[in-house]
């Protein structure tokens, strides 16, 4: 069964940068795509950027151009590389299968992200 540590977060100031990592059990070079999500007590889980293999990948319009997704699949790892942070960034960040390419696996920890000054 696939599982998933997430790691990486932490306080920072607005307009600093944070980045998230996403250890995966097994090896994900046969998972053919994985997102990043977040979640503030309170609201749903959001999706916040999606990688595909090949390289597609594909953000939600309140984090384009600020952050960027990647995967080593030598390391099992997904990235979330977050510039220009926001305070409305502030949330516990998840990693997971998208549902649109097949089950979830189940959730880690999460990794909190607090942007104050």
């Known amino acids: 069964q696939v599982q998933v540590v997430e790691s990486g977060g932490g306080l920072v100031q607005p307009g600093g940068s944070l980045r998230l990592s996403c250890a995966v059990s097994?090896?994900?070079?046969?998972?053919?795509?994985m997102a990043w999500y977040r979640q503030v007590p309170g609201n749903q889980r959001e999706l916040v950027a999606t990688?595909?293999?090949?390289?597609?990948?594909n953000y939600a319009d309140s984090v384009k151009g600020r952050f960027t997704i990647s995967r080593d699949n030598a390391k099992n790892t997904v990235y979330l590389q977050m510039n220009s942070l926001k305070p409305e960034d502030t949330a516990v960040y998840y990693c997971?299968?998208?549902?649109?390419?097949?089950?979830?696996?189940?959730w880690g920890q999460g990794t909190q992200v607090t942007v104050s000054s």
């Open positions: 997971n299968r998208p549902t649109t390419y097949g089950p979830r696996y189940s």
């Open positions: 097994g090896s994900i070079s046969s998972i053919y795509a």
């Open positions: 990688t595909i293999s090949g390289g597609s990948t």
